[in-house]
C-alpha cells in the first residue's frame, strides 16, 4: 500500500518479503498514483533474493525507457492502446531466456511448432523462444499498428519523450499548486511518469464535464487522472486547468 504521496517505498516491499516469497508483480507505474516504481532497485533485491520480478509495464512502455536487462526482469507485458497509441488488441509479453522452456508451456496451437507451415499434429514440436505462446493466427493489424506506433517513438527517441512528459507534468503541476489543487500524485521526477491525479469531489461528475468540453481524463483514486505525453501541448494544460477550476466553483458556491 502506498503512503498518503502516492509512493510505495522499497523498505515497504522489502519487509513485506518472507521465506515462502517466490515472486514480486508490480506496475512499472501505479495507474491510482502515478508512482514510478524504481525497477532497478527493485530487480537488485529480487536478484538478491532469489525472487523472480513480473512487471505489468503498460503505464510505462512509450513515456520511460526500460531496459529489461538492467532490471533483472524475468517477466514483462504490456498493452498497446496505452502509451505506446497503438490501438486495442495486441500486447507484448517478454520472457527472460532462462524461463523459456517448451515443454513448461501451459498451451500450445499451430504457431507454437517450430515448422508451423508444415501443419503436423501428431508430434509436439515447439519453439523455444516465447513465440511458442502466439497458439492462433496473429491479430495482423494490431500487429503493423503496434510496429508503427514503436518505429515513430524509436524515432522520436525515447530520453526526448521522457523529458518532454516531465516538462509537461512539471508545467501542470505549478499550475494546480497556483490554484491550490490537491495532487495525489508524487512531486519528484524520479518518482513519477506522465500520470497525475488531482484530488476532487464527485471525479466521475469532474470527468463527465471535462469531457463535455473536449478533454479526456479518468477518474481514478482520490480524483481525476491527467495523462501527459509527448502530443500534448502547454496550452493543453492551461485548458485543462481552467477547465477544472471552472468546475470546481460550483462545488465551492454550495
Known sequence: ESDPAGLLPMRKIERAISPETRVIVTSSVQYRTGFYQDLIALGQLCHDRHILLAVDASQSIGAIPLDVHDARIDALVFSGYKWTMAGYGIAVIYLAKQHIQSDRFPIAGWLSARQ???????????????????????????????????????????????????????????????????????????????????????????????????????????????????????????????????????????
Open 116 to 254: 508451423p507451415e508444415l501443419l503436423i499434429n501428431n508430434e509436439l514440436d515447439l519453439k523455444n523462444t516465447a513465440a511458442a505462446l502466439e497458439v492462433g493466427c496473429p491479430n495482423f493489424a494490431g500487429i503493423f499498428s503496434l510496429g508503427a506506433a514503436l518505429d515513430l517513438l524509436v524515432k522520436i527517441g525515447p530520453s526526448h519523450i521522457e523529458a518532454r512528459i516531465h516538462e509537461l507534468t512539471d508545467y501542470l503541476h505549478d499550475a494546480l499548486h497556483n490554484r491550490n489543487f490537491e495532487i495525489a500524485s508524487p512531486s519528484d521526477r524520479c518518482d513519477r511518469a506522465g500520470i497525475t491525479i488531482v484530488v476532487v469531489q464527485n471525479p466521475e461528475e469532474v470527468v463527465k464535464a471535462l469531457t463535455q468540453r473536449n478533454i479526456l481524463t479518468a477518474a481514478r483514486g482520490r480524483g481525476v487522472r491527467v495523462s501527459l505525453h509527448i502530443f500534448n501541448t502547454f496550452e493543453d494544460v492551461d485548458r485543462f486547468v481552467e477547465a477544472l477550476e471552472e468546475i470546481k466553483k460550483p462545488e465551492v458556491a454550495r
